[in-house]
Structures are given as structure tokens and as C-alpha cells.
């Protein structure tokens, strides 16, 4: 079974009460939710984890290099701020997914950059909690074709080395 750990970043503990014209109305429990139904019909095993501290979110990304197959995160404020962030995800070396809720791109200035993106699959910006629904579909369509990749590879690199053994 996939397994992937989901992390949201600071004040997403607050999504529902928080600025409601730019995050909607969802609290987080809500979205917590519509991830794990989605990823019981996937058979994905998701672990879904909020902080408001960078040092935390960092520990935990780095403990997934233990049992996980991929990372989804919305950094919220540290995606344009922790190069911390992005050097865990680096050195894990998981598919990451990073989401935002609004469109980042179409916000203040200082939200267009992303220190994350450069190390990550992909990111979903401005779609509201179905980007995280998005992003565990692609996450797990990557990681299914990944493990289907190595498998197709595998028996020719043993057929080479039987051959090799013939020798
Ligand atoms: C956010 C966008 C960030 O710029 C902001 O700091 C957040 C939330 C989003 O989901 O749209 O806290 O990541």
C-alpha cells in the first residue's frame, strides 16, 4: 500500500474562520477528511499533519524518508520564505506535490515565489481544497507509474546479468 504524508503549514489550522474571500469557508478538519475518503478509494494510506512551526514541519518531512512513498505539503507562508523547507524535501529525494489554496501567482508579489517548486513534482495553486484532491490523484498515478517502471526494468537487468553468467 502507498503511503503519503500530508502537510499543511501555519495559520491552515485556521482555514474556515481565516480570510474567507481568499480561502473559502472549509475548515481544516473538513478538507482532512475529503483527503482520507479519497485516499481510502485510492488505497492510499495518507497521515495528515498541521503546524505553525517551520522546525516541525522540516522533522517530519525528514522522518517520511522512513515508510513513505511521497509528500504532499501547502507550506502556506514558508513557501516563499524556507529555504529549510526545500532542503528537506531535497534531501528526503520523495515526490513531492505543493499545493495552494488561492492562486499564489495572482496575489501580492511576494507570493509569487516559491522556494519549494524547484523541488517538487508539481504544484496546484488556486484551485481551493480540490487542488489537494488533485494532487493525491497525481501523486498516486506518479508513484503507481514509478513502481510500474522499475518492475518492467528489473527482469532485463537480471536477464543481462544471467547472460553475463553464461559466460
Ligand atoms: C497559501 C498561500 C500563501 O501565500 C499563504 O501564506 C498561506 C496559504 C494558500 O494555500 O493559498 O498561508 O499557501
New binding site residues.
Given amino acids: 500500500m502507498l503511503r503519503i504524508r500530508v502537510l499543511h503549514?501555519?495559520?491552515?489550522n485556521l482555514l474556515g474562520t481565516?480570510e474567507q474571500s481568499?480561502?473559502g469557508t472549509l475548515s481544516l478538519d473538513v478538507l482532512d477528511s475529503a483527503i482520507t475518503k479519497l485516499a481510502e478509494e485510492l488505497a492510499v494510506k495518507v497521515d495528515l499533519r498541521q503546524s505553525n512551526s517551520e522546525g516541525e514541519l522540516v522533522t517530519w518531512i525528514q522522518e517520511a524518508r522512513k515508510g513513505y512513498d511521497g509528500i504532499i505539503i501547502?507550506?502556506?507562508?514558508?513557501?516563499?520564505t524556507s529555504i529549510a523547507i526545500r532542503d528537506a524535501i531535497a534531501a528526503v529525494g520523495l515526490p513531492t506535490v505543493e499545493?495552494?489554496?488561492?492562486?499564489?501567482h495572482q496575489?501580492?508579489e511576494?507570493?509569487h515565489r516559491s522556494y519549494i517548486v524547484g523541488v517538487a513534482i508539481g504544484q496546484i495553486?488556486?484551485l481551493g481544497p480540490m487542488?489537494y484532491l488533485l494532487a493525491l490523484r497525481g501523486l498516486h498515478d506518479h508513484l503507481i507509474a514509478s513502481r510500474r517502471q522499475k518492475k518492467t526494468s528489473a527482469p532485463a537487468t537480471s536477464q543481462r546479468a544471467a547472460k553475463g553468467s553464461r559466460k
Wanted: net charge positive; hydrophobic share 30%.
Fill in positions: 503549514g501555519p495559520n491552515l481565516r481568499i480561502y501547502n507550506p502556506a507562508a514558508y513557501t516563499h499545493v495552494h489554496l488561492s492562486n499564489i496575489r501580492e511576494f507570493r495553486s488556486g487542488g
